[in-house]
């Protein structure tokens, strides 16, 4: 069925007691925890560090990760109705609840050691402390093979040296897995994933990127100069770094589907409401054909973005191959992120501007989708590999 373009048998259309509950929890923690202040830590670029650290209380930081590591034990689909309700309010929150989930607690859990699990798996499930993913470089984004910063064996422990950039959760992390070349002649085949410890010494956190959107997120370059990493920090075999980022990636990119979904119901949502509140030439503005072909638009996309995330979780979750469905979901996905947000402007009018509509913001969010975690240029790539094999 690799190819196929149906949606997946076995597939439900009927959401769990659980999953439903989730959902209704997510929806209200960024009702009442993550809308306040949204506006301000935007403006003044301020990470939600509190409100990360109720998420982890409440589970949203290791969802999916097994109870005997502290994790909520919870399948892929709760994870993505999680990721799209607290998306609707603050996107800053939800990439550091992403890369914490689907990057960092996955990934050791999944290719990790036991000693690993115990040391970090169990507190990052419960966000007592998040994680970063490094892999992106000055000269190596969407190039990913292209790693220039090396990892040097030296019998009981590696050498680090190089740069990372553009890291979500840069400064507030306390774990980085860091991406490594170890041996250049090998290629990809040479690159090794490091689990490195802020403080460790040789590393320094860099400056912080003043970005257009997501400006809540801790988004900083990293340097490592002759950082000593004990070898128990390696995941996987020697010479595994560069497939377990990809793979990693892969479920990495339901996560930021489903931001993209949210940021996109988000707008859509506070588009409907306005278009019933506002009123020009005598009436509503959503008894208007011109609005109304907006919203019908906006709500078909919405919904064939949710069914694709939810197609790539049950994918993940029934351990069946899910790197074609989760690039679709993200190439779709953001594309309405970026097409909803414009048009719940243009609805806004002179009040989509500014910033206490928040849709100016939710339009300034959903620019990143296109571009981290695999711009969609690499989404095409991914997909058309799988189409083509
Ligand atoms: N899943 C599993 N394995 C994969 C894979 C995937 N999606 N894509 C590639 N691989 C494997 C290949 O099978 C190959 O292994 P073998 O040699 O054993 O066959 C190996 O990886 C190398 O692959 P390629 O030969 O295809 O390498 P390439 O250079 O031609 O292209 C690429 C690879 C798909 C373009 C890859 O470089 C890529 O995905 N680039 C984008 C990187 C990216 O997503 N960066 C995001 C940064 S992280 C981030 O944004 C986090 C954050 O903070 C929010």
Known sequence: MASSTVLTPGFSFQLTEEQLAVQAAAREFANSELLPGVIERDELQKFPAEQIKKMGELGFMGMMVDPRYNGGGMDSISYVLA????????????????????????????????????????????????????????????????????????????????????????NSASVYIVIAQTYPEKGHKGINALIVEKGTPGFVVGKKENKLGIRGSDTHSLMFTDVKVPKENRIGEDGFGFKFAMSTLNGGRIGIAAQALGIASGAYELSLKYSKERKAFGKE??????????????????????LLCLQAAYLKDQHADFTKASAMAKLFASKVAMEVTVEAVQIHGGYGYVKEYHVERLMRDAKITQIYEGTSEIQKIVISREILK
């Open 83 to 170: 990721m799209e309700e607290i998306s609707k309010i603050d996107a800053s929150a939800s990439v550091a609840m992403s890369v914490n989930n689907s990057l960092v607690c996955w990934g050791i859990e999944k290719y990790g050691t036991e000693e690993q699990k115990q040391k970090y798996l169990t507190r990052l499930a419960t966000g007592e402390i998040i994680g970063a993913f490094c892999l992106s470089e000055p000269e190596a984004g969407s190039d990913a093979t292209s790693q220039k910063t090396t990892a040097q064996d030296m019998g009981d422990y590696y050498l680090l040296n190089g740069t990372k950039n553009w890291i979500t959760n840069g």
């Open 285 to 306: 503005i959503s008894q208007h054909q011109a609005i109304q072909f907006k919203l019908a638009e906006m709500a078909t996309n919405i919904d064939a973005a949710r």
